[in-house]
Each structure stands twice: as C-alpha cells, then as structure tokens.
C-alpha cells in the first residue's frame, strides 16, 4: 500500500544544512517517478526535485539546484533529500510524493505524483 512519512525537517539558519528522510513502503518505493515538492501557505506546491528511479536521474528546480541534493537509500527505502546553503526563502513545508505515471521523467510537475506524505516544516532564520 501507499506509505510515504517524512521526517528530518527543523529550524536552521541562514547557510545551515538539514537532510529530509522520507520513508516508504516497498510499493511506493518501486514508483517510477519520487519527489520532494514544497509549499508556502496561501501559495502553490512546488517541485523541487524529482528522482526517475529507472535509471537514477534527477531534476531539480533553478531556485535550488547545486544546492539540494535527492537520492535513495534501497537498503532502507528511503529518499532522501539533502539540503545545503539554504536560505531564508527555502523555509515551507516538504513533501515527499511519488508516482507510477509514465511521463515523470525530467519533470516537477505536481500533477505527475498522485501519492504524497503529510509533510515535514522547514524553517530558515536569516
């Protein structure tokens, strides 16, 4: 079944790193398409990025790349997503999603993922 819980959020400051955890069951961790995605209250849920498990490519929004950093831990099944130089702009709440869609691949699109996680908050102090 669809499990996916996040974990690992906080309060850091300007420059700081967190890592997020989210841990899934063995049927979304077989999806074709995870994620991280963000949203602010009041605006729309973001893509930040985006692991093809195919073949182990990823994507990653402008706002963060060279900065975050996703990745998957089979033994655990788990993603991850490593989150370097943040920056008051990256406080929102994370989300982990993930998809057995066919055109996942090299895209952020929230419509892609159907399953998703209840979050975990973010908070960067400058």
């Known amino acids: 079944q669809v499990q996916l819980v996040e974990s690992g959020g906080g309060s850091v400051q300007a420059g700081g790193s967190l890592r997020l955890s989210c841990a899934a069951s063995?049927?979304?961790?077989?999806?074709?398409?995870m994620g991280w995605f963000r949203q602010v209250s009041g605006k729309e849920r973001e893509g930040v990025a985006v692991?093809?498990?195919?073949?182990?490519?990823?994507t990653y929004s402008d706002s963060v790349k060279g900065r975050f950093t996703i990745s998957r831990d089979s033994a655990q099944n788990t993603l991850y997503l490593e989150m370097n130089s943040l920056k008051p702009e990256d406080t929102a709440m994370y989300y982990c999603?993930?998809?057995?869609?066919?055109?996942?691949?090299?895209?952020?699109?929230?419509?892609?993922?159907?399953?998703w996680g209840q979050g975990t908050q973010v908070t960067v102090s400058s």
């Open positions: 999603a993930a998809t057995y869609g066919l055109w996942c691949r090299g895209r952020l699109a929230r419509a892609d993922f159907g399953d």
């Open positions: 063995e049927y979304s961790y077989r999806s074709r398409c």
């Open positions: 692991i093809y498990t195919q073949d182990g490519s990823t």
